[in-house]
């Protein structure tokens, strides 16, 4: 029998457990976990002294005894599931101390931060694995073996608009993300797995954006126009609690109460912060045009307090239009729910041929969370599974272009100038995307219109 693969994983909050329950359960004849770290005492213990791990006697280390947990533990590999604006400082520590890493989306939130960690890997030579599991979701790759296949022929232009309904949306301005210092911002921390999807299906990076946004619901304004006169600094207490839609009780479900309701002692975090309260400088609606390097030029958009969660992108290329709708099911981070799980009767794919009849593409089956990408990347990145023609798996270039993205976005923003990517990083080599459909590739003339 090979040898296990050691992880020891930094950061325990919500999006951790993923990874962690999978390492005990799934995957534990190949893996093991070996060190847990985290900022949150309560947390921390809270995970050490969880079975598997009590009886395996896996110990937990907080974040400034990291070096002394990789000394004694000796992990291949370091999982970094923490706070977006930290993720820098353990995948390049790590790599520094002979380790690879696996961390979640986004990579970072700065070009600075994102210029460190490609420097080094350079320097180190370890890998850096970025979870994109939207990649895995059947009927996204789906999208991608059609394109790849040549059915619309070269893509030329892009349409792209993202949904976050009013319940999974909201989350994003009661946690540490509403902050542009902690999460870069919905451009980053949420759009990263949008734009990675992008150059992923396109087979190309991004070399300049031109955006705008702004934050219209999440405001004072409008918590006095839905009568909520006598808000809290959170939901917990709230004298308007019980008549605000938006309301989060963590005592009401058992997951949030234990990760986050009984640990805030340990380090002030409130979980449930108001969503209209003046304490953020994040968006809440965000557009943005970007073009690439293979001259395609997309359309992008982001609303974060829509009617339905999910997405359309519609791919206009020279022997057709390809669509795609997918509507995801809405959920509150960290309440035990199925994340964005497919809604079977509002996900399509459509074809239109040049002058032709369009038509309905059957879907490919996705069950789980993220589409049905959660398990297959997981199998991927615990479970190497080899030759993958569509190259899902992703590394610190992917994961630089897709946040390069929305970091330019944030500069645009600002400053009502296009920005151009490579004026963001220095010494970042392109991905190692499928070849695409392109311009040497013979036309058949479109089919004439029938005769009436």
Request: proline share 4%; aromatic share 8%; glycine share 8%.
């Amino acid at each position: 029998m090979s040898k296990k693969k050691r992880y020891a994983q930094v950061g325990v909050g919500g999006r951790s457990v993923m990874f962690s329950d999978a390492i005990a359960n799934l995957y534990h004849e190949s893996c093991v976990m070996v060190a847990f770290c985290d900022v949150n005492a309560g947390r921390l213990r809270d995970r050490i002294e969880a079975e598997p791990f009590k009886t395996q006697g896996v110990p937990g280390y907080a974040p400034e005894d990291f070096d002394r947990m990789v000394a004694e533990t000796r992990p291949d590999i370091v999982i970094v599931t923490t706070r977006d604006s930290s993720h820098d400082l353990y995948i390049c520590r790590a790599m520094e101390l002979g380790c690879d890493v696996v961390t979640e989306k986004p990579m970072t939130i700065s070009a600075e931060k994102c210029q460190r960690i490609v420097d080094t890997q350079a320097r180190t030579g370890r890998e850096c694995r970025v979870t994109f599991n939207y990649r895995y979701s059947p009927p996204r790759t789906q999208v991608k073996d059609l394109l790849m296949s040549g059915l619309i022929g070269e893509v030329l232009s892009v349409d792209f608009q993202w949904m976050l309904d009013t319940r999974h949306g909201a989350d994003y301005f009661r946690r540490w993300h509403r902050r542009k210092e902690n999460s870069g911002g919905l451009m980053v921390h949420k759009a990263t797995h949008h734009f990675d999807l992008v150059n992923w299906w396109l087979s190309a990076v991004p070399e300049t954006v031109f955006a705008t946004g702004h934050r219209r619901y999440a405001t004072p304004r409008t918590a006095e126009r839905l009568g909520l006169t006598n808000r809290g600094e959170r939901c917990h207490g709230c004298p308007d609690a019980k008549k605000c839609a938006y309301e989060l009780d963590l005592s009401a479900n058992e997951g949030l109460k234990a990760m986050y309701l009984d640990n805030e002692g340990h380090d002030g975090y409130f979980r449930d912060r108001c969503i209209f309260s003046e304490d953020m400088d994040i968006e809440d609606s965000m557009q943005a045009i970007v073009t690439y390097d293979n001259e395609v030029r997309m359309s992008y958009s982001l609303n974060a307090f829509c009617a339905w969660e999910g997405y359309t992108i519609c791919f206009n290329g020279t022997k057709g239009r390809l669509e795609h709708k997918c509507m995801e099911s809405a959920y509150i981070n960290g309440d035990g729910t199925v994340q964005g799980a497919l809604q079977s009767d509002g996900t399509t794919i459509r074809v239109y041929p040049l002058r032709d009849d369009a038509y309905l593409v059957p879907l490919w089956e996705a069950e789980g969370g993220h589409g049905g990408g959660d398990e297959p990347l997981l199998k991927d990145v615990l479970a190497a599974q080899g030759e993958d023609a569509y190259r899902r798996a992703a590394d610190h270039r992917a994961g630089a272009y897709s946040i390069l993205t929305g970091i330019a976005a944030n500069q645009s923003m600002a400053s009502g100038k296009q920005v151009r990517i490579r004026d963001l990083v220095s010494g970042l080599a392109r991905p190692d995307y499928p070849a695409m459909p392109t311009s040497a590739d013979p036309l058949p003339m479109p089919v004439k219109p029938k005769s009436a």
